[in-house]
């Protein structure tokens, strides 16, 4: 029997088809003006808003994808993920932080579907990330947030834990590796040392070993969701039994986001794009985000089932921003390390893979409910 909160959301139907319009929405996102392209020095250009490219705009796509095929075993989300390794696997790219996310869905495909090239590249990016010539690292050995144009020296950013951190843990368990396990606990320890703030739960944006600072000391909403997604999924990942100290630390960290996470919510189910400032917009894509990390974290019994409500809500808040085409609107352009607030105000809204992918996760989330 379903609760009073969960008798608000849409027929388990109606969810399916929503998640089918953001998915045939994500695969033909195009960048019509050029105005999004990242053009390397190299002479490269990186469709970031467009399917047919690799960043982590990319890897959040299939994550995404990934978890609702998870829970329905929908073949139109398994064959749109196949594609995009059949086309891009054999291209390659730079690696860096960002590009090692579509590896946390290829080491789920690996598992369903053996394929002794795909274990090679997984072999090959783990071993990047954990080399001391490999992937560089901080002081105190944290995951420097090197990307395609910019190197960012002495730089961790709170996407690392999603983007690189994630996938290593899982290359641990996929390699029978546990010292890549243990690092992958150990930089989510170093990230939250850095990145918390004592204050109010939330999580800035990043942190410069060079100056010592945190830049703007912005506590932005993008940047914190992938916080909320990433600590019950490396829970989950890791199967951390109860007791376990660094699973209690994880989830004492999670709950005192989320306190204040429920205190800002708008009424609209939605969160501002600098979590604390009313001032900043609204922002959808942070929002999925939140949805998904709180509810499957409630599910879980890592938080209190009273944060349900609060998830639940922004799911409505999701529903409500996805247009007549399959468009999750309101949705910030992917945001580089800024220096003030109002750099953050200023980022503009445009459909994106990650607003379709978190999206999905939420409503798929949703479903376990329906």
Not at 93 to 98: F, L, P, S, V, Y
Not at 169 to 193: C, M, N, S, T, W
Not at 276 to 302: N, Q
């Amino acid at each position: 029997m379903e609760n009073s909160v969960s008798a608000t959301l849409p027929a388990r139907s109606d969810l399916i088809g929503l998640i089918h319009r953001l998915m045939d929405n994500l695969v033909s996102i195009h960048d019509e003006t050029g105005e999004f392209l990242l053009r390397l020095e190299d002479g490269r250009v990186i469709d970031t808003k467009g399917w047919n490219g690799w960043e982590w705009t990319h890897g959040i796509g299939l994550f995404g994808m990934w978890r609702y095929y998870q829970q329905t075993g929908d073949d139109k989300a398994l064959t749109i993920i196949r594609q995009w390794f059949a086309d891009q696997l054999p291209r390659g790219t730079t690696k860096n932080i960002n590009t090692v996310s579509p590896f946390l869905t290829l080491s789920y495909l690996y598992e369903r579907e053996p394929n002794a090239d795909w274990l090679a590249q997984i072999q090959e990016w783990a071993d990047w990330l954990m080399a001391p010539d490999g992937l560089p690292k901080t002081e105190e050995g944290g995951f420097q947030h090197i990307v395609y144009n910019d190197e960012n020296p002495g730089e961790m950013w709170d996407d690392t834990l999603m983007m690189s951190v994630l996938p290593l843990a899982r290359f641990g368990l996929l390699l029978d590796r546990p010292d890549y396990v243990e690092e992958a606990k150990r930089q989510f320890l170093v990230h939250i040392k850095y990145l918390f703030d004592t204050k109010t739960g939330l999580w800035f944006h990043g942190w410069d070993f060079n100056g010592r600072h945190n830049f703007a000391g912005a506590l932005w909403a993008r940047g914190n969701c992938w916080i909320t997604i990433a600590i019950p999924e490396i829970i989950e990942l890791l199967g951390l039994p109860e007791g376990d100290a660094f699973r209690t630390f994880l989830v004492d960290t999670l709950a005192a986001q989320v306190k204040t996470l429920a205190a800002t919510q708008a009424e609209n189910g939605l969160w501002h794009t600098l979590v604390m400032d009313p001032t900043s917009y609204l922002e959808a894509s942070a929002t999925a985000g939140f949805a998904y990390g709180i509810l499957k974290a409630v599910r879980m019994g890592l938080l209190d089932a009273s944060y349900e409500t609060v998830g639940l809500k922004a799911v409505q808040g999701v529903i409500d921003h996805i247009n007549a085409d399959g468009e999750l609107t309101q949705v910030s352009f992917g945001t580089a390390m800024g220096d003030t607030m109002q750099f953050y105000k200023d980022i503009a809204l445009t459909s994106m893979p990650y607003g379709q992918s978190l999206a999905i996760c939420a409503l798929a989330e949703a479903l376990h409910r329906r």
